[in-house]
């Protein structure tokens, strides 16, 4: 159970490497339909996304142990953080009583803010020096961090989290992730994001126009 925890935590956070097939078929199944959610929800493909969720959670309630459905639900809601959307993570709330892992539960308290010095230890290796960063108030290094991560997704989910901590050069590196990864959704939360911190008139219109494009084949 310990190895499953850490490879489904794994899978949620977007790791993007490669994993030895779970022993179980719907195990299987739950985590590829999740990876398959994570693009199509990223690339703005919701209709598709929307499917692909809800079969990730239908495969997960095979079982009753639910550490595969709380990594489930908190990967939801990392992602809706990651490009803007409101989350509390209510989904795992509703759950988290009956799951006993350190793990999940780190993980829900850095996608809320609230986690602890003890906890951090408890998270990726990604995130660890992003997370002292700020427990520290070494707030000219979180740029850096977040720029240094090799995930896109890791990327996007920091950024927004920090958002009032990042200067406009990590956002721009931040956009040109997305954009290489075919993250429509992302990229334009954060050229709307741009185009509010400033009041170059000439920016704002190039912003405009280029939001404008995208949109007009977003399903959104």
Not at 87 to 96: H, L, T
Request: with cysteine; charged share 25%; glycine share 2%.
């Amino acid at each position: 159970m310990k190895k499953l925890t850490i490879y489904l935590l794994t899978a949620l956070l977007f790791s993007g490497c490669s994993f030895d097939t779970p022993p179980n078929e719907w195990q299987y199944k739950s985590v590829n339909a999740f990876d398959s959610y994570t693009k199509n929800f990223l690339s703005s493909n919701d209709n598709l996304a929307k499917n692909d969720l809800q079969r990730a959670v239908k495969h997960a309630k095979n079982s009753s142990d639910l550490t595969h459905l709380g990594s489930i639900y908190l990967g939801e809601c990392a992602l809706n953080i990651s490009v803007g959307i409101t989350d509390k993570c209510e989904k795992y709330q509703d759950i988290k009583d009956l799951i006993n892992s350190q793990t999940l539960n780190a993980y829900y308290d850095f996608l809320t803010l609230n986690i602890k010095e003890k906890q951090i230890s408890q998270l990726p290796k990604i995130y660890r020096d992003l997370v002292w960063h700020v427990k520290n108030e070494e707030f000219t290094k979180i740029n850096n961090d977040i720029v240094k991560m090799d995930r896109p997704t890791s990327q996007l989910l920091s950024t927004s989290l920090l958002k009032d901590k990042v200067d406009n050069n990590t956002i721009e590196r931040v956009i040109e992730v997305a954009s290489f990864n075919g993250y429509k959704k992302a990229v334009i939360f954060w050229l709307n994001e741009l185009k509010n911190r400033t009041n170059d008139k000439k920016k704002i219109t190039k912003l405009n126009k280029k939001i404008s494009i995208l949109k007009d084949f977003t399903n959104e």
